[in-house]
């Protein structure tokens, strides 16, 4: 019959202690991990909270260098639509007709306070095809370079966050804040430039073609070191004259980085552009590199996200993307960093409070097992000497014929039959008498030895004198019981006992069968009754024999 759920709890005292553990443990481990979840958000707020911090120190710098270039093309717009006409303009003019066809050249306004036109020939300008000298447009481009020359002279490369701001022109000329050393430079800075995206992708007719556009980190062609450049075209009237360009170095990135960083903010803090190339970086000393694999993984989160923060393996990563830049800030900190700031303290301190409490849980657990362990073999033995025969270990009486009552009313109620088999050893006293009662308790051992392996499971054994002992057979008819008695007897009387080394003797028994089928009851007492009865009949008949009949 299956035992429920309920039922085995009430029945067995360690599920109990087990299930009460278990509800306590899994109790704490909720608000252990409750609190972990709130302490490992704040410190994913405070992480990107920090590093916002620094890209919007970072956006400012790169939002007033591009304010500046919005300026320069709006004035250098409106310069070709509204050219200059003096003297001096015209005098210029002269000077570049006559020397358009040197390889190099440089033109520069008869004042101090302008920058040169760096420039190549008519003939060299023939190997690009996407370079060109507009006739009807020269002039007026030249003019507004030339205007534009006046301002560039107050750029100061060396105070400004970007390292060099410049016009380049498809008519063969560039203007820049950092004039080149000689005409080697200036040839290949020209050749250089023009072969670069930022000034390929500007054509309008070019599907890449932007208001403004960040290129990928690089290295510069002139020890600049890796760098980033923004560029924005110059069309007038339908007519692409050039882009107007910005260079952002490593070096100068870094130092914003540096002066940005705030102290909370530990870990690997890195700049990439828009294809994740690596641009400029800032480490503590501590600081550990990513695997590939997890870099992978890094990158592929990034290009979904414009912002997010994540662990891998033990190392945390928040990222945020610039505003006005076509970039990304990673910060990356390894578990010691991240345990070194207020919430990662917090947490270890609460893991650890955690761990004793479980420890002192489990503590409990073993003790209080233990003693309901302790308890329970205690109530066990109890439970058996109350119920059993120490000698023989089949029951005694008092438990065998509780047994016998319960067997009855069931078998009664479901008229199924009911046979029992009283026992007794023929002539006891002499065994105890000649050999002891030492061979006594050896014939008594003996015959339980036999019942133990001759009855069924479900049948019914019990000690209930000093020798008698009595059999309750369920589901037996008379027949049936009275061959198992005969087995019974059969097989103790080829049994032989030691007495010592030399002396062996035997014993015998004498057994009265009665079932309820033939009695027409079921009353323990009856049926025992009239089984004593035939036990005696046995006797009187010459004993070692079985009795089913009156």
Known sequence: MPVSPLSAIRTNPFLRVHLCFLAVFFFSACITAYEAREL???????????????????????QESLDELVYYEKMLTYALHHPLDHNRTRETFARFDTLRQQPTWQLQLTTLRSVPLNGVSDAWLKRDPLLLRSEPRLHQELSAALEFSYILQFSDPNQAFHSRFWY??????????????SPQILEKSYATMVQRDYFRTQAPDNPHHARQRWTTA?????????????????????????????????QRIRQLLANARMQLLPGRLVMVDRALNEIARLESEDA???????????????????SGIMHLGSQFISWKKLAHVDAYLINVQSLKQALSQESGRVMLFLLVMWLLFTLLLWLAHRVIIRA???????????????????????????????????????????????????????HFKRV??????????????????????????????????????????????????????????????????????????????????SSSEEQGEYHPERLQAAADRRLYLAKNRGRNSVCAQD
């Not at 490992?40 to 790169?62: H, P, T, W």
């Not at 990513?290 to 990034?302: E, F, G, K, N």
């Open 288 to 306: 550990h590199a990513l695997s590939p694999q997890q870099r992978t993984w890094l990158l592929q989160q990034i290009a979904h996200q414009p």
């Open 372 to 426: 309901i362990a302790r308890m329970d073999a205690l109530s066990s033995r109890l439970h058996w000497r109350a119920n059993y025969d120490g000698l023989t270990q089949l029951l005694n009486r008092n438990a065998f014929f509780e047994r016998f009552v319960i067997l009855a009313k069931q078998h009664q109620q479901q008229q199924r039959p009911l046979s029992v088999i009283q026992l007794d050893i023929d």
């Open 40 to 62: 490992k958000n704040n410190y994913e707020a405070r992480q990107a909270a920090q590093l916002a911090e620094v890209q919007k120190n970072l956006d400012s710098a790169f």
């Open 432 to 513: 105890n008498d000649t050999w002891g009662h030492h061979a006594g308790d050896q014939a008594l051992v003996q015959v339980a030895g036999v019942l133990k392996h001759t009855v069924r499971e479900h049948d019914v054994a019990g000690r209930i004198g000093g020798e008698e002992f009595c059999l309750v057979l369920p589901d037996t008819p008379l027949n049936e019981a009275e061959a198992v008695a005969e087995r019974i007897r059969a097989r103790l009387a080829a049994k032989t006992l030691l007495v010592n080394a030399s002396t062996t003797f035997s014993v015998t028994l004498s057994a009265g069968v």
């Open 168 to 181: 380049l022109s498809r008519a063969g000329f560039y203007i820049s804040s950092r004039p080149p050393d």
């Open 218 to 250: 690089y290295q510069g062609e002139f020890n600049e070191g890796l760098m980033l450049t923004v560029s924005t075209p110059i069309v007038s009237d339908g007519y692409w004259f050039g882009v107007l360009s910005m260079d952002f170095t490593q």
